[in-house]
């Protein structure tokens, strides 16, 4: 089923989704497994997976140069939706980007989706590789995320890219998009992102999955801004505990987002990460009830494996 028609059917009654990330080359789908088996008991409708473009690095070879090499840390996003679909019955929503994929690469993954039954994409640029700086899509690949739901939505009604083909039977996905309640990190500021952010609904894209944020008045404030341009898709908050002191640094640097006065303190004042844990819950929890009763559709945690916490968190709100 589509993540628009859960949360259609939910009539404003709470919903929790997750999103997991394949296991590091060489890991084991039962590592993922042991993780859903105890998320599944807050009955989540779907479950995101991630999708990790390759990144390149440099191996020093004998001769003492450096050789640069592209690898795929975490490939495996399609099999692991397959799996999640096949074990546990409920929807998994892959993650599709620009980068790294030709339009044709593109189309070929969402042909292998669809005749496995996935009825549902997030789709999404993908961020700059490491060494690149900025984000540099492939040739003949897609520059925004807007290209993608343009693409998928042509499949949708039956267009593929060979023109050749017609009456090509027509996909039928669920397009989920990316939005950012403080702000894009790339974008000249927030109205022009809002502005990038209604042409991808406008494109026929669906509902918007948030970044993580820690201040609920962010995420009123974009979903008010966001009405009040003519967005009407239903906007999921997405939300992640901070858990130990050093994310402090680390989360704000990897995705651009701020963390509250009042939660600084108080992990500043934290004793150990057990401590910080405790008081990342408490936040987690308290954001989610406000959420909850602000009417938010869904409550999506990035689990990033960490499922002793969403537990934690899951079994108080829900
Ligand atoms: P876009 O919507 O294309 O926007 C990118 C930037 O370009 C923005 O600043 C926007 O304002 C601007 N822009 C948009 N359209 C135009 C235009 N026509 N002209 C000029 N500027 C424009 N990354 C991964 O690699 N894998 C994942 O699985 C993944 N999952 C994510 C899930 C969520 C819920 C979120 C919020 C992010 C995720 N990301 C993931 C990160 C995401 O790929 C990055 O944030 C990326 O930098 C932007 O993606 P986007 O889809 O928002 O891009």
Redesign the pocket.
């Known amino acids: 089923m589509k993540v628009t028609e859960y949360i259609k059917n939910a009539e404003g009654n709470p919903l929790v989704s997750f999103e997991i990330l394949p296991p590091l080359k060489g890991g084991s789908m039962k590592n993922i497994f042991k993780v859903l088996d105890r998320l599944m008991e807050f009955n989540p409708p779907f479950i995101d997976v991630?999708?990790?473009?390759e990144e390149y690095i440099y191996k020093k070879r004998s001769s003492g140069y450096y050789e640069k090499t592209a690898i795929r840390k975490r490939p495996g996003t399609v099999g692991i939706c397959a799996a999640i679909m096949n074990k546990y019955g409920v929807d998994a929503v892959p993650?599709l980007?620009c980068?790294g994929f030709t339009k044709e690469e593109t189309e070929n993954a969402l042909i292998d989706l669809n005749f496995l039954g996935v009825t549902n994409v997030?789709a999404?640029?993908?961020?700059a590789r490491k060494f690149d700086g900025r984000?540099i899509p492939e040739k003949d690949g897609h520059h925004?995320?807007?290209d993608l739901v343009k693409q998928i939505k042509g499949m949708n009604s039956g267009t593929y890219l060979d023109t050749n083909i017609v009456n090509g039977l027509g996909t039928d996905f669920c397009i989920g998009?990316?939005g950012?309640p403080e702000k894009?990190f790339?974008?000249p500021n927030p109205k022009?992102?809002l502005k990038?952010l209604k042409?991808?609904i406008d494109a026929g894209a669906d509902y918007i999955?948030?970044?993580m944020f820690w201040d609920n008045k962010r995420y009123l404030q974009f979903v008010k801004d966001c009405h009040d341009i003519g967005i009407n898709v239903p906007i999921i908050p997405?939300l992640k505990p901070i858990t130990k002191k050093r994310q402090l640094g680390s989360i704000p640097r990897i995705f651009h987002v701020n963390f509250p006065e009042d939660l600084v303190d108080a992990v500043h004042k934290a004793k150990n990460d057990e401590a910080v844990r405790q008081i990342g819950i408490e936040w987690c929890v308290a954001q989610s009830k406000e959420l909850q009763a602000a009417g938010a559709p869904v409550l999506h945690y990035y689990t990033m494996g960490d499922v002793d916490t969403f537990v934690d968190i899951a079994s108080q709100v829900m």
């Open positions: 991630t999708y990790h473009r993650h980007i980068g997030l999404i640029r993908g961020d984000f925004y995320a807007i998009v990316a950012y894009h790339e974008a022009i992102d990038y042409a991808k999955v948030t970044q997405g």
